[in-house]
């Protein structure tokens, strides 16, 4: 007896110790910023001239967006979904409300209705002498065709609704390789240069001097054009994590040596939070995810402003060599024809 209590004692030690070494493990180190640049965030007024200091980034290119209370973001004391910014996402809060949360009263209550019907029907003071039926073919025929119509009116939108979140991007989509850490996210824009944007969770302090929510809010965001298709790219470095954006009606698993493709289009510019949602580990709860919806031109400023390229740049750069080209050629027998005279 002592000998198996001291073996699961060893065994349970085995299993913790791996969970005690992860906690104290420090967040990936942020980036470091210029005292200059802290000085100048403690001064400023304005969370967004503040955030844009914090970046590193060029504040003429880009500047961090503020963003809405309420949009994006959880709300207190509310006991539905996040408002939608997806046609996916408002397809799916449609069928929630207008079918499935009817459904279920209905359902719920109809039971409640039975149940109380046949306590009270066929209680013993009612049925001195209880009935010995013990089929009823009708019964039974409508217990069995009523749940499989409900189960074909849930079905038939469904069905729809995951074909439509599993659509192909179009060719032209923009592309994002999301890649999950322990415990951050990294961005690489593949179309653009491929240059990496590493995102970690601010500090209390951080977060309430950019105006954001603590443990949504991180240091580098996600930037995509508002109302285009993006075609994400997901995978993971280490476990598994899964990248979720509620208000954009987004979810996919990162799982390590695959890549899971999924299109994330969001209608409105705006500020988009979301976290972690599959247990990767001691600070699974603290890898937050902050996408960032601007407009196409200043979605190509955030990308020069992170040394990226912009389709379209080179080919106006050929262009203005090309004309500067030619308007030296033009000018050249003009001016041997000044200095023969």
């Not at 180190?29 to 980034?57: I, R």
């Not at 019964?139 to 192909?168: D, G, H, K, M, N």
Request: hydrophobic letters at 50%; glycine letters at 6%.
């Amino acid at each position: 007896m002592t000998h198996f209590v001291k073996a699961w004692i060893l065994a349970i030690g085995l299993i913790l110790t791996p969970a005690a070494l992860s906690a104290q493990e420090a967040l990936p180190a942020a980036p470091v910023v210029n005292p200059a640049a802290s000085s100048e965030l403690e001064a400023a007024e304005v969370p967004a001239v503040a955030a844009a200091t914090a970046t590193g980034l060029d504040p003429a290119l880009y500047t961090p967006m503020k963003p809405t209370p309420g949009i994006g973001m959880p709300v207190d004391g509310a006991i539905d979904f996040q408002e939608q910014f997806s046609e996916t996402g408002k397809t799916a809060h449609w069928i929630n409300n207008v079918i499935l949360v009817p459904m279920m009263v209905g359902v719920s209550l109809l039971v409640l209705f039975l149940l109380f019907w046949v306590v009270y029907r066929f209680r013993r003071g009612a049925n001195a002498v209880p009935s010995k039926t013990t089929h009823n073919t009708f019964i039974e025929i409508i217990w069995t065709v009523i749940p499989v119509l409900i189960l074909v009116v849930i079905a038939v939108p469904s069905i729809s609704l995951l074909a439509e979140q599993f659509e192909p991007a179009p060719e032209d989509a923009l592309t994002v390789k999301v890649t999950g850490y322990q415990w951050y996210w990294g961005y690489s824009y593949p179309d653009n240069g491929d240059f990496e944007v590493i995102s970690n969770m601010l500090t209390p302090d951080e977060a309430a001097a950019r105006g954001e929510p603590y443990q949504l809010a991180a240091d580098n965001r996600m930037v995509i054009p508002v109302g285009k298709p993006v075609k994400l790219l997901i995978t993971a470095a280490d476990v598994i994590h899964s990248f979720a954006i509620p208000a954009a009606w987004f979810k996919l698993d990162a799982v390590p040596g695959r890549i899971n493709e999924k299109v994330l289009q969001i209608d409105r510019e705006g500020v988009y939070y979301g976290q972690c949602s599959e247990l990767c580990g001691a600070r699974h709860g603290f890898m937050p995810i902050t996408v960032e919806v601007l407009s196409e031109e200043k979605f190509n400023n955030w990308v020069r402003a992170n040394g990226g390229t912009v389709k379209g740049d080179a080919a106006e750069a050929v262009a203005t060599e090309t004309a500067a080209v030619e308007a030296t050629t033009e000018t050249a027998p003009a001016d041997a024809a000044a200095a023969t005279n």
